[in-house]
Nanobody
Framework: QVQLVESGGGSVQAGGSLRLSCAAS????????MGWFRQAPGKEREFVAA????????YYADSVKGRFTISRDNAKNTGYLQTNSLKPEDTAVYYC???????????????WGQGTQVTVSS
């Protein structure tokens, strides 16, 4: 069992940045791929970024490519999502997830955090 806790969300103006963190409870964090998803009000949850266990494979949604950066520190059992050049359409609850493979589908992830709110104003 892996418990994930996100932090770092907040309210920023368009063009701003936030660094989201995902702290894992288990030392087995390095055994899991990690993904970030987001869900805006009235919309389905969507893929944002994923990173494999050793950080060799990284994937981004087209909507965030070039603006967001996913990373992880296995020694600290923590994953990160650096969000730059934020836009109002990035407003959503951001979730981190852990699974066996760095996929782009939410059903590929077994463990989920509670989410952190990101609000971007114009």
């Amino acid at each position: 069992q892996v418990q994930l806790v996100e932090s770092g969300g907040g309210s920023v103006q368009a063009g701003g940045s936030l660094r989201l963190s995902c702290a894992a409870s288990a030392r087995t964090f390095s055994s899991y791929a990690m993904g970030w998803f987001r869900q805006a009000p009235g919309k389905e949850r969507e893929f944002v970024a994923a990173i494999s266990q050793s950080s060799l494979n990284i994937y981004y949604a087209d909507s965030v490519k070039g603006r967001f950066t996913i990373s992880r520190d296995n020694a600290k059992n923590t994953g990160y999502l650096q969000t730059n050049s934020l836009k109002p359409e990035d407003t959503a609850v951001y979730y981190c997830a852990a699974g066996w493979a760095a996929g782009t589908k939410d059903y590929e992830y077994r463990f989920w955090g509670q989410g952190t709110q990101v609000t971007v104003s114009s």
